[in-house]
């Protein structure tokens, strides 16, 4: 139903003394799975993503000083009578839309004059819904990307991406608790300076980094950890699992508290502990399962972020567009990739400029932020195709935004 015709039935409510009209407005924030049924006796327009409702007992007498609230339940947004913001709720959804509205301190009639007005308000909310639902997405570059460049002059590197249009950046590079040899208090300096931020990070999480005897972390991870809040990250990745980890299923499940509890390391200090796929998660099976489905099976989410990467799966047999279905909202970060037939070494696929693989990467980064859980897009190119690094990053950069990332 178009604007016109919701503001035409909106003006009649006040007409229909006993009826409990709601608008529902929606724009694919809401998974399609949620339910988004209106009140009993209720008539409904479908619009955008919000939940107008009018109190079917509004034909009463000494009601005119109720109050309308805005409150949330678990995936739709509703305007309330008599009731404040629903208890289990403290999204960012909510926090967002209140600081447009807090409490619409309205009448009845009041309310249902103006009712045409408060929807014309609502078909003003859905970026901000977006914004807070998803919160705000993040475009980055993966600087193993750009590693030889990065090697020789990290500043001078990381000016030139600034340049480009990058805002975030990974790093892929932390050895004796220095980032491109830089400590971590003067590597956010570097980053402040170009305008550049690094809120996430790959270092291997390895056997040598959990005392079993002690159950606890070796001061190595925590180093690491520590660093990675002084720097400003909001994730610490791992990206690899030793092979003794994975020896056997219950080796590997032994290893998914590790996980876990490093999540817990994380949290405390404001942060995240993730993990990024390679190929032999798709490749080897435990006990008839899958080492990735036995991750994702066994990790936390509200601990563990799962960085899909979409291309390096395909040396394993997977196909990216399915696991991201397979697992909807576990993927709060993805490596954005393409992959063609290799053309040296011994891996199948190898990466190449977005958009000219068989990844079909764009479908897949959409699905991700629809229904996957993204919000962090790195992206990632690790072969070039006789190009060079820097000029693959600009041109991948652009391409994304042409996609509208």
């Given at each position: 139903m178009c604007r016109r015709c919701a503001f035409r039935n909106l003006a009649h409510l006040r007409q229909r003394a006993n009826v409990c009209p709601?608008?529902?407005?929606?724009?694919?924030?809401?998974?399609?799975?949620?339910?988004l049924k209106a009140d009993p006796g209720a008539s409904s327009v479908s619009i955008v993503c919000a939940k107008l409702t009018i109190d079917p007992e509004r034909g009463r007498k000494g009601r005119q000083s109720d109050k309308i609230y805005l409150a949330q339940e678990p995936n739709k947004i509703k305007f309330v009578r008599n009731k404040s913001v629903v208890s289990g709720?403290?999204?960012?959804?909510?926090?967002?839309?209140?600081?447009?509205?807090?409490?619409?301190?309205?009448?009845?009639?009041?309310?249902?004059?103006?009712?045409?007005?408060?929807?014309?308000?609502?078909?003003?909310?859905?970026?901000?819904?977006?914004?807070?639902?998803?919160?705000?997405?993040?475009?980055?570059?993966?600087?193993?990307?750009?590693?030889d460049d990065m090697k020789k002059d990290?500043?001078?590197?990381?000016?030139?991406?600034?340049?480009?249009?990058?805002?975030?950046?990974?790093?892929?590079?932390?050895?004796?608790?220095?980032?491109?040899?830089y400590s971590a208090k003067d590597f956010k300096g570097l980053l402040d300076?170009?305008?550049?931020?690094?809120?996430?990070?790959?270092?291997?999480?390895?056997?040598?980094?959990?005392?079993?005897?002690?159950?606890?972390?070796?001061?190595?991870?925590?180093?690491?950890?520590?660093?990675?809040?002084?720097?400003?990250?909001?994730?610490?990745?791992?990206?690899?699992?030793?092979?003794?980890?994975?020896?056997?299923?219950?080796?590997?499940?032994h290893y998914m508290d590790v996980f876990n509890k490093s999540g817990e390391l994380c949290k405390k200090s404001g942060m995240k502990f993730g993990y990024h796929n390679h190929d032999f998660e798709f490749s080897t099976v435990l006990n008839n399962k899958k080492v990735f489905d036995i991750i994702l099976q066994n990790t936390d989410p509200e601990l563990v972020a799962q960085q899909l990467d979409m291309g390096n799966l395909y040396n394993g047999g997977a196909i990216a567009i399915a696991i991201v279905m397979q697992y909807p909202g576990r993927f709060e970060l993805m490596h954005v990739k393409d992959e063609i037939k290799a053309?040296?070494?011994?891996?199948?696929?190898?990466?190449?400029?977005?958009?000219?693989?068989?990844?079909?990467?764009?479908?897949?980064?959409?699905?991700?932020?629809?229904?996957?859980?993204?919000?962090?897009?790195i992206i990632e190119q690790e072969s070039y195709q006789g190009k060079s690094p820097l000029d693959c990053a600009k041109a991948d950069l652009e391409i994304m935004k042409k996609w509208g990332y």
């Open positions: 709601s608008l529902e407005l929606h724009r694919n924030i809401v998974p399609r799975s949620s339910s709720s403290e999204s960012g959804i909510v926090r967002s839309i209140q600081k447009f509205i807090t409490c619409m301190t309205y009448s009845r009639r009041t309310f249902l004059k103006n009712s045409a007005l408060a929807v014309a308000a609502t078909t003003m909310l859905p970026d901000a819904i977006q914004a807070a639902a998803w919160k705000k997405r993040i475009v980055g570059i993966q600087l193993y990307s750009v590693r990290p500043a001078g590197t990381l000016k030139l991406l600034s340049g480009m249009g990058y805002h975030y950046v990974e790093h892929a590079n932390y050895i004796d608790r220095k980032f491109y040899g300076g170009l305008g550049l931020k690094m809120l996430s990070g790959h270092t291997r999480m390895d056997p040598q980094h959990w005392d079993e005897t002690k159950k606890d972390f070796t001061d190595a991870w925590k180093w690491t950890v520590e660093d990675a809040a002084v720097v400003g990250q909001k994730y610490v990745i791992s990206p690899w699992l030793d092979e003794s980890l994975r020896k056997t299923y219950d080796d590997l499940l053309t040296s070494g011994t891996d199948k696929y190898e990466s190449t400029i977005l958009g000219e693989g068989i990844v079909n990467t764009r479908q897949v980064t959409d699905l991700g932020k629809k229904s996957g859980g993204t919000q962090h897009f």
